[in-house]
């Protein structure tokens, strides 16, 4: 594998962030003066929250939010950790630097390297451990769809289905009449909300989702379409909400729950993870806000490295790692996508990521039988192609040294 340094982020994925701790602080702003009262009237987080948000780094946000436990199993699979050397000068903005250099200068908490369900590499940040909920960001949007993917396969659901049938309280029949499941899973629904982070308007777009202490309230209030469903992709986190909210729907239970008994206990993850939701005993936050290890993220890549096995367990539908491989028809903001997974420019046909803000990474390479996880408090998408390149270039290198008998077929 090539790997390509010379493919600038994309001006749409760059607008698609500013910090999240500059929407709290506006938010905070927002509520000075009366601020209990009014952030009560809003509906958003009590000004305590709002101001931890705006001066915590990222990854501490998971426990200032209520959540959910996703349970683990009363084992954890076995991932065996046998420590190589890996690459250990990679390229970076033109030049060949130090690996640690780059995990200095990307503010990162946690790195893993996986081959072939071999954990060869592992570091994390003094004060963290393989026992730290690092958050999901943004990669739990391509967890929901693993769950969907399952649904799929079980009946529950058809990517055919349009929303106003799947969730009627929703009302506005002439948006969510034309969306289809397949239309939010490519991020293609047309739903006017946009990936706002101006702290001029705190509690509008993605920032105001994030925010609200009723999400299901947010979704029907904003449903307003950009343009036609299916026409195009754009980033949007309010398509994967809706996501979350159809699998609870036809699921007949919490989001958290699905996830530990679709994949949590059957792929034998170590911990408990947490997912945030809007408010006590609420409605999780799908389009991001799972806490886990990064030893069970690791575990997710692999069971897309492995299509969707865990040994001869299938968790996954092999058709549906398949549907996220196969990039859809329309890019979403000048990189392929499919079913929200990111096929990142300069990759190949096997290579494959969750992202999340702020420089969460699961990258996927089944031809190498790769996967790593990268977790970290950098800026909002900052250096993403930069980063996936050294990702890619460690990959190819461990192939190089692969025996042949240990690919597996797909």
Known sequence: MTASLAIPDSPARTRR???????????GAAVLGCAWTAAALIN??????????????????????PSRIVQAPARASDLPARPRPILDRVPWKGKTVPLMDVLAATHTNAFLVVQDGVLIHEWQRAGTGPETLFPS???????????????VARGQ?????????????????????????????????????????????PLTGTAGMYLTRDITAFVRDNAHLAF????????????TELLGLILARVEGKPLADILSERIWKPMGAQADATWNLDRPGGVEKAFCCINATARDFARLGLLVADQGRLNANRIVPARWIERIMTPAR????????????????????????????????????????TVIVKLSDHGAEQDEIDTLAVMQTIAADLAADRPPASRKDP
């Open 157 to 201: 659901l058809a990517e055919t289905d349009r929303v106003s049938a799947l969730l009627p309280e929703l009302k506005n029949g002439a948006v969510f009449g034309q969306i289809t499941v397949r239309n939010l899973l490519d991020m293609a629904s047309g739903i006017a909300v946009p990936e706002n982070y101006d702290p001029r308007h």
């Open 44 to 65: 958003v987080p009590d000004p305590v929250t709002l101001t931890a948000l705006a001066v915590i780094e990222p990854s501490s946000v998971g426990t200032w939010f």
């Open 228 to 239: 036609k469903p299916g026409s195009k992709g754009r980033y949007r986190s309010i398509d």
């Open 330 to 369: 329309r890019d979403v903001d000048g990189w392929q996508y499919s079913a929200q997974w990111w096929h990142a420019p300069g990759g190949e046909d096997d290579d494959i990521s969750a992202i999340g803000v702020y420089g969460q990474y699961i990258y996927v390479n089944r031809e190498t039988g």
């Open 137 to 151: 960001w943004s990669v739990a949007k391509s967890i929901v769809s693993l769950l969907v993917g399952a649904a």
């Open 17 to 27: 962030g500013r910090r999240w701790g500059v929407i709290a602080a506006a938010g």
